[in-house]
């Protein structure tokens, strides 16, 4: 089950990261799991202001790693599906630290890191290759993702002051546990902000969880797995309600849901994204580690260290079967010099979020806001 605490500190931090993208307008699309899980590494090899600015981002002031990282290991594993093969979701989870081969690393890190889903340590030309270094790590990434995602780390954003990157990959796959059928897909109105447009549309008319509350209703959809889908239509404007979407009353939507025959009609959509995660973290408050007086003691000695920046990118798909998603996560570093009732019609034909989540942990996967499906 789900710990209280850190499910509603995780939801906190799915908000804060979402808030900001959100500013930026059109769609946007992240996986808190994967940022949470790079980020949380990265407080562990931080010490000092470093490691408090991320650990209060993470899981509130006052609140432990510990929880944060039990909650995503759990979370790295699902419920035993059908006997169906084609309906067996895949869920792989990968977080690895690429270090250059001079760069001494302090064994009680490693031993942290190896208990992480699939943590592993990796070598990599930084300093006298710096894109031989870009590439491997890509490599990895699309092999990790299912070649959704085949270069998280563009040209240029590997030099030769880079000597580490702690990268989470996540990719998900899982298929409905009651298919939209095909043969009631059509096209339809979408309101978005810049004018009404035509989209191919699934429908469904089936007993699921649903509620309204606080300007909100959510509707979830069951996932092999024992996953959970939901999409959350605002009563009103989008940008205005979500400003105001708290993490209890998420979890109020999420979880104080009852059974209803609902007539949904969902967009298909299909979202990559590349979401340059520097400025987002500044202006959350994590600064400390982006300077040069970053203290990553937990990992190395070498006090030269700090993060130049972080990258991620998230694919999320949605059909008639199903979700596919994919995510990663880099956090570059490098050494710097010192200074139920009636049936109930939910029609998702204007902006909305979209979230896919671990239920038994409160995990997020993925979290996107469909404004041009």
Aim: aromatic residues 6%.
């Amino acid at each position: 089950m789900a710990d209280s605490a850190s499910e509603l500190a995780h939801l906190s931090f799915t908000l804060a990261l979402h808030e900001v993208l959100a500013t930026r307008g059109g769609d946007t699309c992240y996986s808190p799991y994967s940022m949470a899980s790079a980020l949380g590494l990265a407080g562990q090899a931080a010490r000092g202001e470093t490691a408090a600015e991320l650990a209060g981002l993470l899981t509130g002031h006052g609140a432990d790693l510990a929880a944060h990282a039990g909650l995503l290991r759990r979370a790295a594993v699902l419920a035993a599906a059908g006997e169906d093969e084609e309906d067996t979701p895949v869920l792989a989870v990968s977080n690895t630290l690429w270090a250059w081969e001079q760069l001494p690393l302090k064994p009680e890190f490693l031993d942290e890191l190896a208990a992480w889903p699939s943590g592993a340590v990796r070598t990599a030309p930084f300093v006298a290759d710096p894109d031989a270094a870009r590439r491997l790590i890509n490599t990895e990434v699309a092999e990790a993702t299912h070649q959704l995602i085949p270069q998280l780390l563009e040209p240029g954003s590997v030099d030769e002051d880079t000597v580490a990157s702690i990268v989470n990959a996540l990719y998900l796959r899982a298929a409905w546990t009651l298919p939209f059928p095909e043969s009631e897909t059509r096209d339809a109105d979408f309101h978005a902000p810049d004018g009404t447009r035509r989209v191919p549309t699934m429908h469904h008319a089936e007993w699921l969880g649903y509620t309204a509350a606080q300007g909100w209703q959510a509707v979830t959809l069951p996932v092999a797995g024992g996953l959970q889908a939901v999409v959350l239509l605002p009563d009103g404007d989008l940008a205005e309600q979500e400003s105001q979407l708290t993490a209890e009353t998420l979890r109020e939507l999420l979880d104080d849901q009852g059974r209803a025959m609902v007539n949904l009609a969902l967009p298909r959509f299909r979202l990559d994204l590349r979401s340059p995660m520097t400025e987002v973290l500044q202006t959350l408050g994590v600064r400390t580690m982006f300077t040069a007086r970053a203290d990553l003691g937990g990992l190395t000695d070498d006090d030269r260290l700090a993060v130049s920046e972080v990258l991620h990118q998230a694919v999320l798909r949605i059909d008639e079967q199903g979700l596919e998603g994919a995510a990663a996560t880099a956090v570059m570093m490098r050494l710097v010099s010192l200074p139920s009732g009636e049936p109930v019609t939910v029609r998702a034909d204007r902006p909305f979020l979209f979230l896919v989540r671990h239920p038994e942990t409160g995990a997020v996967y993925f979290l996107a806001r469909v404004v041009r499906p």
